[in-house]
């Protein structure tokens, strides 16, 4: 959003600019004068670091219209290496073109004289095509500048107030560069293709507070076709073929919104060399309702009634050949990344329909992939929000979803999260039904090297409670005729064997074939399992699933190699090192350091923000006072 309001405000102050030219320009209309004083407004205004040219321009229709063709904006190349050198360059910087500028409806006879008051019918910008780059000072600044200025503190020196009825840009282009390269081929962000329509747009003393006003306008609409991006440290490309938003209803819609990865899997982990998530994203259609565009710029609060998602597919991979790294996860619950958000963040509803998840995971002793798949997911999550007002009346956030596992064993599942602090706190319940031997074998034979010879599930029914650190759970699982196999993999072949006598034991004496409601039903009450701090919350859900599951099934303990993978001794690969205790609580340590001085920095920027909102409006309000006089 912040992008395409840079590019916004880069086009309206050209037209802007252009206009404060006309005002003051007297000299017979000549076309020379008018661009040397554009060209000086443009140079002077920026340290020469910019400079305009302008191909033709007339005026239209017995004085009362204009266009301008080819306006151009350059960087000069010599002012800034000079001012990238002195650490004066601006955070953002841009250069690009309009090919047509159209204004009509204005009296530009009465515009040069002594009039303060400019009235416009419509200004048309046609093929608008800007570059953006980010740049950050290598000292840090303090301070944070708002994302638009007060256009009318610019122009209050020669203008009283600016109305145009409407502002539309056709076929405008945009492409961003976080990085500063210059670099036209590769932009980190390509828009191919905006349009916008502002109505009724007023630039006064008084219209830049107006919180019913998005960037001086009434109405807003925009339509953004074909987005490509680039994300994650280059290793995702970002899309969305349609993007259409109108302020005057506050709704947004988008569609065939994707992230796919930019390399193969296997190029993916060379380059991570552990086993994170890689993962892909394909939302045919994406919804929000009672989005207010003033809510973000002048408040900093990205508020929504509602997000729809309907037909989406989401997909992460997982090569575990490779190992889990050590770094800490401890902070990344959803609660907890919710309440340290540097922004405020309200969305009432988010709802889910006919979507689909698909979890592979590559084994490391078998190098093969297991799949599990959650198909026609249709789930609601509620109270989504770090706003504390909002959360005093309400500290729950709550998901409740249903589902169809492995092709077609019913499931439901609820998760509440606590959001009153960032402790972790979280409730969750979940069912499960009709689940047979064929379901799951590929996936526990390629991952843990068994399978179910047979096994009938009748219902699973487990709710746990716990916060950051550990889980507890309980669950009563019906089913019958379960019988495991055991295999290895063998050193020569690398195929998986079955270990007969291994796999006969383990059936007469561990494994509980039966377990049956009101026939001596063994249940799992209050098994408590423990977060490893380089796992998630996930992580530790399934953890603590897998502990009343193995409670039930196996006749006494189970083995502890079912729990291999828990500590940093047990992780396989990827060159992780078997780490002491004091590695451990050094990384333990440093994790917790870091995520105090993520909240720090979130809260000293909240207040800073907060500052300069209270700044803004006390002068909009002193603005308003001098106006009246």
């Avoid at 007297?26 to 340290?47: A, F």
């Avoid at 487990?462 to 759970?473: E, L, N, V």
Wanted: hydrophobic share 35%.
């Amino acid at each position: 959003m912040k992008k395409l309001i840079i590019f916004l405000f880069i086009v309206a102050a050209i037209a802007v600019t252009i206009l404060i030219v006309l005002k003051v320009t007297v000299n017979d209309l000549k076309k020379e004068d008018i661009v040397e004083n554009l060209n000086k407004i443009i140079v002077d205004g920026s340290d020469s670091l910019y400079s305009l040219t302008i191909r033709d321009y007339e005026v239209t229709g017995s004085f009362n219209g204009a266009r301008i063709n080819g306006v151009e904006v350059t960087i000069n190349q010599e002012i800034f290496k000079k001012m990238q050198a002195n650490n004066t360059l601006p955070e953002v910087i841009f250069d690009g073109k309009v090919e047509n500028i159209l204004i009509e409806g204005i009296n530009i006879l009465k515009l040069v004289q002594n009039n303060k008051d400019i009235k416009i019918k419509s200004i048309d910008l046609v093929g608008a095509d800007f570059n953006i780059y980010q740049y950050k000072k290598t000292v840090e600044d303090t301070t944070k500048a708002p994302i638009i200025t007060n256009l009318y503190d610019r122009i209050k020196k020669d203008i009283n107030s600016i109305e145009i009825g409407n502002i539309n840009i056709v076929k405008g282009k945009m492409s961003y560069d976080p990085a500063g390269k210059l670099d036209k081929k590769k932009p980190f962000w390509k828009f191919a293709e905006i349009d916008l329509k502002f109505k009724d747009l007023l630039v006064d003393s008084t219209s830049a507070s107006d919180t019913t006003r998005f960037i001086y306008s009434k109405e807003f609409k925009t339509a953004i076709r074909n987005f490509k991006g680039i994300m994650g440290n280059d290793m995702y490309t970002f899309s969305v073929e349609k993007c259409d938003y109108d302020h005057k209803s506050s709704y947004l819609e988008i569609a065939n919104l994707k992230m796919t990865p930019n390399a193969s899997h296997a190029a993916f982990y060379r380059s991570k060399n552990h086993a994170v998530s890689e993962a892909t994203i394909d939302v045919p259609f994406l919804q929000v309702k009672g989005i207010r565009s003033v809510d973000i710029i002048n408040n900093g609060l990205v508020k929504a009634k509602s997000i729809s998602i309907r037909g989406a597919n989401f997909g992460i991979y997982k090569d575990k050949s490779f190992g889990d790294p050590p770094d800490s996860k401890n902070g990344s619950y959803p609660n907890q990344t919710l309440y340290n958000l540097p922004f405020a963040l309200d969305v009432r509803e988010l709802i889910l329909k006919k979507s689909t998840l698909v979890y592979t995971e590559k084994g490391f002793n078998t190098k093969k992939e297991g799949v599990l798949t959650f198909g026609n997911i249709n789930g609601t999550m509620t109270n989504i929000t770090n706003v504390k007002s909002l959360v005093r009346q309400n500290p729950w956030s709550e998901l409740n979803a249903k589902a169809t596992f492995q092709g077609g064993s019913p499931m439901t599942a609820r998760l509440a999260f606590d959001l009153r602090d960032d402790k972790g706190r979280y409730e969750a319940d979940a069912t499960l039904t009709k689940l047979k031997a064929e379901q799951i074998n590929p996936v526990i034979k390629n991952l843990g090297m068994a399978e179910t010879e047979s096994f009938n599930l009748k219902s699973l029914n487990y709710t746990s409670k716990g916060d950051a650190k550990t889980a507890t759970g309980s669950m009563e699982l019906i089913y019958s005729d379960l019988k495991v196999n055991i295999f290895q993999k063998d050193e020569e072949t690398k195929k998986l064997e079955e270990k007969k006598v291994i796999s006969f034991l383990a059936n007469l004496i561990k494994v509980r074939t039966n377990n049956l409601k009101d026939k001596d039903e063994v249940k799992a009450v209050n098994i408590v399992s423990e977060r490893p701090f380089f796992k998630g919350f996930f992580a530790l859900i399934w953890f603590n699933i897998f502990d009343c599951t193995t409670a039930i099934a196996f006749k006494g303990k189970a083995p502890d190699i079912l729990k291999k993978g828990r500590t940093l001794e047990g992780i396989p690969g990827g060159g992780v090192k078997k780490a002491s205790p004091e590695e451990k609580k050094a990384l333990e340590d440093k994790a917790e350091q870091q995520k105090k001085d993520d909240k720090d920095k979130a809260d000293t920027q909240k207040k800073l923000d907060k500052k300069t909102k209270s700044d803004a409006s006390d002068k909009a309000k002193e603005d308003r006072r001098k106006a009246e006089k």
